[in-house]
């Protein structure tokens, strides 16, 4: 077993962690919602590096609240690239996630951007030599990496950051969306939010745990993006208790209550309309 050594990684992509460890269990099961075998290997290798996240106090429905956000944008991919062609999705703050492996049609013009010390674990670990995937290092706020895909200029975008905006301060997240409808009009974004209610939550509970990471961003309603920009269209929103699910059953009750119900979720939009 490989220990690899976590000591450059800061407290935002060291939550990377939790969610690969969760796909990692969940794939183990033999009712698995998702699959991901890199997620497994990885998790070997990792060795005692999983201390910290197994101290996080997670309940089960939890873990499948998260598995199942993680299959629900995996979907809207596939569909975006059923639709969309030529198609160039850009995976903002990727992480260790091989969500690439999992929706590749054959023809997608993929990017995994996240920041160095994370992409430099990509590339140690999850090697792909594929000439449709690109690596690109950096901030997803640092907009120098725009022109790094102007080169798939003809291709119609779409824009994945999933467990990434929520640790970042609203104008931040509001500053990248408008420049991405200015440089990209009329490609598609899929994020995942919380509610504020959600956002305190979890900042106590990490607190307790001891990790130093906390969230500052949620929203209460998927329109609200809307106001940001003229031309930010939301064009559907996901939430867990939208549909029955066998393994939230303990928790079914919570779809009568709003607040609680659409206390995270997955919002599908679109940046602007392309040039005619």
């Known amino acids: 077993m490989t220990d690899i050594s976590l000591s450059n990684l800061d407290d935002i992509p060291e939550t990377m962690l939790a969610t690969l460890y969760i796909r990692a269990l969940e794939t183990q099961r ?19 590096a999983f201390e910290r996240v197994r101290r996080i106090r997670m309940d089960e429905e939890d873990k499948v609240s998260i598995i199942l956000r993680n299959r629900e944008i995996d979907n809207m991919a596939r569909d975006f690239l059923q639709r969309r062609r030529p198609a160039c999705v850009v995976h903002l703050g990727c992480g260790l996630d091989a969500r690439f492996d999992r929706v590749d049609d054959g023809h997608v013009e993929w990017y995994d951007l996240d920041v160095p010390e994370v992409i430099a674990l990509r590339r140690e670990l999850l090697a792909d030599d594929a000439p449709r995937y690109h690596l690109l290092a950096g901030s997803a706020f640092d907009q120098a990496w725009f022109s790094k895909v102007d080169a798939s200029v003809d291709c119609e975008f779409l824009f994945i950051a999933e467990g990434v905006f929520q640790y970042f301060h609203e104008q931040q997240v509001k500053s990248l969306l408008v420049a991405l409808r200015t440089h990209f009009p009329g490609a598609e974004l899929v994020i995942d939010a919380f509610s504020p209610l959600v956002v305190h939550g979890n900042n106590l509970r990490m607190r307790i745990s001891g990790m130093g990471v906390r969230y500052h961003w949620g929203i209460g309603n998927g329109r609200e993006i809307e106001r940001w920009a003229d031309g930010i269209r939301l064009l559907g929103e996901w939430f867990p208790f939208s549909r029955p699910e066998p393994r939230l059953a303990k928790l079914q009750w919570v779809r009568s209550i709003p607040c609680l119900a659409r206390a995270m979720g997955v919002f599908h939009y679109r940046l602007g309309e392309a040039p005619a």
């Open 30 to 48: 033999p009712d698995a919602l998702l699959r991901d075998t890199k997620a497994v290997a990885l998790v070997d290798q990792f060795g005692a």
